[in-house]
């Protein structure tokens, strides 16, 4: 029988170290029946203890590949959410903290973008029209509308074909919620700036005219990643006036003039990859989180690469970090007590048209 649920309250005062020890213990204890899973951005305390580490959507498969009882989700909640639709029925996704969410996610509400569609009806069919695309760092039920009206999940590597493949499909694309992405990918593929309008939406129509709309190829939706907009074209061009031989890599979620500048713009793991690749002596200005940087920095020092952070602002996902050693230490011994808590379920109808979109990806990725 269960026991009655530990309060985190209990936590709060813990010191990290004794969190670390109690976290150790508690997966010695659950064993196979327990999968933690960390982000590349997660803090460097709480990414020690990962079984698994990644990219979102890289997560939520290898956690759906383990027989695992319990997907403890040490990154946001549309991870833990995409965790939860991709994973078999009888595992149980975990977010310990429900308050790490997603600045960006949060820019585009389900509300927004159906009050989006309904507008542009007013102009064209929508639904003949227009594919939806949403970026995986967004909420369930965005998956799901794109699931509803035909359209599909992309993800920082793949936004690219994604895009192609809607081209395909309608002769429009309506893109949420990172307009970054969303412009870079849409320039990759040779459409003009001018062609890829903002749509804004706390303003009317988004906005636009009704001529932007007409001549628009991709509505790319307000919202943008709070770390990744702290990178600007000057770091850049400091960096390149004191090391002219060293090279530039950014995550396509900087803005445009930042990627446009770059030497190589890619996701988490692209990154990670590249430089991985790259020849000893190499020094490297990468522009994304700073966990994920300072932990490559050391990761590649033996290599004798050099690899730095371009803003000389502290950039991390303050969200991601509220997931502490603290609230992992007490969703584990919840679970060793019996208790589920924080668990992440999307209803179920709801999960059934956010697949679709996901399994749209995933034929073309």
Same mark, same amino acid.
């Given at each position: 029988m269960?026991?009655?649920?530990?309060?985190?309250?209990?936590?709060?005062?813990?010191?990290?170290?004794?969190?670390?020890?109690?976290?150790i213990?508690?997966?010695?204890?659950?064993?196979?029946?327990?999968?933690?899973?960390?982000?590349?951005?997660?803090r460097?305390?709480?990414?020690?203890?990962?079984?698994?580490?990644?990219?979102?959507?890289?997560?939520s498969?290898?956690?759906?590949q383990?027989?695992?009882?319990?997907?403890?989700?040490?990154?946001?909640?549309?991870?833990?959410?995409v965790?939860?639709?991709?994973?078999?029925p009888?595992?149980?996704?975990?977010?310990?903290?429900?308050?790490?969410?997603?600045?960006?996610?949060?820019?585009?509400?389900l509300?927004?973008?159906?009050?989006?569609?309904?507008?542009?009806s007013?102009?064209?069919?929508?639904?003949?029209?227009?594919?939806?695309?949403?970026?995986?760092?967004?909420?369930?039920?965005?998956?799901?509308?794109?699931?509803?009206?035909?359209?599909?999940?992309?993800?920082?590597?793949?936004?690219?074909?994604?895009?192609?493949?809607?081209?395909?499909?309608?002769?429009?694309?309506?893109?949420?919620?990172?307009?970054?992405?969303?412009?870079?990918?849409?320039?990759?593929?040779?459409?003009?700036?001018?062609?890829?309008?903002?749509?804004?939406?706390d303003?009317?129509?988004?906005g636009?005219?009704?001529?932007?709309?007409?001549?628009?190829?991709?509505?790319?939706?307000?919202?943008? %990643? $709070?770390?990744?907009?702290?990178?600007? !074209? /000057? @770091?850049?061009?400091?960096?390149?006036?004191?090391?002219?031989? =060293?090279?530039?890599?950014?995550h396509?979620?900087c803005?445009?003039?930042?990627?446009?500048?770059?030497?190589?713009?890619?996701?988490?793991?692209?990154?990670?990859?590249?430089?991985?690749?790259?020849e000893?002596?190499?020094?490297?200005?990468?522009?994304?989180?700073?966990?994920?940087?300072?932990?490559?920095?050391?990761?590649?020092?033996?290599?004798?690469?050099?690899?730095?952070f371009?803003?000389?602002?502290?950039c991390? %996902? $303050?969200?991601?970090?509220?997931i502490? !050693? /603290? @609230?992992l230490?007490?969703?584990?011994e919840?679970?060793?007590? =019996?208790?589920?808590?924080?668990?992440?379920?999307?209803?179920?109808?709801?999960?059934?048209?956010?697949?679709l979109?996901?399994?749209?990806?995933?034929?073309?990725?």
């Amino acid at each position: 029988m269960p026991k009655k649920a530990f309060e985190f309250e209990q936590y709060d005062q813990l010191q990290d170290d004794a969190c670390a020890q109690r976290i150790i213990a508690a997966k010695q204890i659950l064993g196979k029946r327990v999968a933690i899973l960390a982000h590349h951005y997660q803090r460097a305390d709480v990414y020690r203890h990962a079984d698994l580490t990644g990219d979102s959507l890289k997560l939520s498969f290898l956690a759906a590949q383990t027989d695992a009882d319990y997907l403890v989700f040490c990154g946001v909640h549309f991870m833990a959410e995409v965790a939860d639709i991709l994973s078999s029925p009888d595992q149980i996704a975990i977010l310990p903290d429900m308050a790490a969410g997603c600045s960006m996610a949060d820019m585009a509400s389900l509300s927004n973008v159906e009050r989006a569609w309904r507008e542009i009806s007013e102009i064209l069919n929508p639904d003949e029209t227009i594919t939806p695309v949403t970026y995986i760092n967004s909420a369930a039920d965005l998956k799901a509308f794109c699931g509803e009206h035909n359209g599909i999940v992309c993800t920082s590597s793949n936004a690219g074909k994604v895009l192609q493949w809607s081209f395909k499909q309608r002769e429009k694309v309506l893109f949420f919620p990172d307009q970054h992405l969303g412009r870079w990918s849409g320039h990759q593929l040779d459409i003009p700036l001018e062609e890829m309008p903002v749509w804004n939406f706390d303003e009317p129509m988004g906005g636009l005219t009704p001529e932007q709309i007409n001549k628009a190829k991709i509505l790319l939706w307000k919202g943008h %990643c $709070s770390v990744h907009q702290m990178f600007q !074209p /000057q @770091h850049i061009i400091r960096f390149r006036n004191q090391y002219p031989d =060293g090279f530039v890599i950014s995550h396509p979620e900087c803005n445009y003039e930042v990627c446009k500048a770059s030497d190589y713009v890619g996701s988490t793991e692209y990154i990670i990859n590249t430089i991985a690749a790259a020849e000893s002596g190499t020094r490297w200005l990468v522009g994304t989180e700073l966990n994920l940087v300072s932990r490559i920095t050391e990761e590649f020092k033996s290599q004798g690469k050099i690899v730095q952070f371009m803003s000389p602002m502290v950039c991390m %996902c $303050s969200t991601m970090a509220r997931i502490d !050693p /603290q @609230h992992l230490a007490w969703a584990l011994e919840n679970l060793v007590n =019996g208790n589920i808590v924080n668990q992440i379920k999307v209803p179920i109808e709801e999960a059934k048209l956010a697949r679709l979109a996901l399994d749209r990806m995933l034929k073309i990725s």
